[in-house]
């Protein structure tokens, strides 16, 4: 079992900068492959990035390539999402996700577990 914990959402500038956490628990988390999606009012849930496990290999939505980073540190059992350049149209709540399998994955239904969400807003 993983229980995910997202914070580090606010409000912000276009343009500015907000780091996103993901704690969990659990043992197998080194191991796990790890995502963040975001949604916002009347859409589904999409993809932004991911992390693979063990070798942390890393994939990136189109939309934020080149202005997201997504990290992840085992000894904290920890993922971030650093958001650079952001943009009115990143504004969402902003799910962390795990799964078992340590490759990264693109859509919602492959994760395991999510966090509770954090909200993201970019003023213009």
């Known amino acids: 079992q993983v229980q995910l914990v997202d914070s580090g959402g606010g409000l912000v500038q276009a343009g500015g900068s907000l780091r996103l956490s993901c704690a969990a628990s659990g043992r197998t988390f080194s191991s796990a492959a790890m995502g963040w999606f975001r949604q916002t009012p009347g859409k589904e849930r999409e993809f932004v990035a991911a992390?693979?496990?063990?070798?942390?290999?890393?994939h990136y939505a189109d939309s934020v390539k080149g202005r997201f980073t997504i990290s992840r540190d085992n000894a904290k059992n920890t993922v971030y999402l650093q958001m650079n350049s952001l943009k009115p149209e990143d504004t969402a709540v902003y799910y962390c996700a795990a799964r078992n399998p340590s490759g990264v994955a693109r859509m919602t239904y492959d994760y395991d577990y999510w966090g509770q969400g954090t909200q993201v807003t970019v003023s213009s």
């Open positions: 992390i693979s496990g063990t070798y942390g290999n890393t």
